[in-house]
């Protein structure tokens, strides 16, 4: 862990240096919603306020997320704020460590399905750099995550040693397997910083298929999603022009970086992942927050 010792300026923490607002639809409720995202000077990390329940905040790092197939769900004692993994992932890898978020419904709006319209907002007001410095978070041994149905996640220490990239933190292989026929069995390997993931992750949009749209609506989900805001694919073809050829696994990516995101400390990793989802990644999360012995900060 000598990597900071070596390179002189520690990184810092860092909070947007202004107002901004998101307002959009969310994906599954259909409804509307508005964000507010405000620097945070009280050093409280990045919090989540509801307007309708002053107090009752949510915390990042602080709650596990719920067991919830289609978005990361995170609760509070009195409501619950769902999808917000693509503006947590926007957070976690532009280094954004403390934020007020305002919001005034339960689910954050999809804008164009990807996290490049965060990515931005938060670009055009800019970054402040905060005085603490960034504390990275890391497994003290490699740590494995495995089900029967062949998801698994292995998050072994950082060893800057063998990452390649000279100033990735986190290195992800990440294998997803669909069942549909257009998208088979895909891969993304690769170091992960700010710019490599504005340029190569954060463009990738929310996908659905085709043939699971009546099943989702009939649960109450996907009722806001579109041609706009989600890449639909049926058995045998695109629905809509596609951003990368692999768009679909860089999104899987995305999703994994949002739902990481809630350890409430950037991952300084090797991870090798294979057909997670939302509700397989927040084993991550709760083994964080219920053996925290197992993971150090540096
Ligand atoms: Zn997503």
Redesign the pocket.
């Known amino acids: 862990m000598g990597f900071f010792k070596t390179y002189m300026n520690r990184p810092k923490q860092k909070t947007v240096a202004r107002e901004v607002v998101f307002t959009g639809i969310g994906v599954h409720s259909g409804s509307c919603a508005r964000v507010v995202v405000q620097p945070n000077i009280d050093k409280t990390g990045i919090v989540f306020h509801h307007k309708d329940y002053p107090g009752d905040d949510i915390v990042i790092g602080k709650v596990i997320p719920e067991l919830a197939m289609h978005a990361t769900v995170v609760k509070a004692r009195s409501w619950y704020l769902s999808t917000i993994?693509?503006l947590m992932a926007t957070f976690h890898m532009l280094g954004i460590t403390q934020a007020h978020v305002y919001v005034d419904a339960f689910e954050i709006p999809i804008l164009d399905g990807s996290a490049l319209g965060f990515v931005q907002g938060f670009l055009d007001v800019g970054l402040s750099v905060c005085e603490e410095d960034l504390l990275f978070l890391t497994p003290r041994q490699t740590l494995s995550f495995a089900d029967e149905q062949g998801r698994s996640i292995e998050i072994a220490p950082f060893d800057r040693a063998s990452l390649g990239d000279e100033t990735a933190m986190l290195h992800i292989s990440y294998v997803a397997d669909f069942s549909n026929p257009l998208l088979g069995r895909s891969y993304f390997e690769g170091g992960l910083t700010a710019c490599s993931f504005i340029d190569h992750i954060a463009p990738a949009r929310?996908f659905g298929f085709l043939e699971q749209l009546p099943m989702l609506r009939s649960h109450g989900l996907a009722r806001g999603a579109s041609l706009g805001n989600t890449v639909v694919l049926s058995n045998e073809e695109f629905l809509n022009d596609r951003r990368f050829e692999d768009e679909c696994v860089r999104?899987k990516v995305?999703?994994f970086l949002g739902d990481v995101a809630l350890l409430g400390y950037p991952l300084a990793a090797s991870v090798r992942a294979v057909k997670t989802g939302h509700s397989f990644n927040r084993r991550v999360v709760e083994h964080f927050l219920t053996t925290p012995d197992q993971w150090a900060l540096f």
Do not use: A, R
Request: proline share 0%; aromatic share 0%; glycine share 0%.
């Open positions: 993994e693509h929310t999104h995305l999703d």
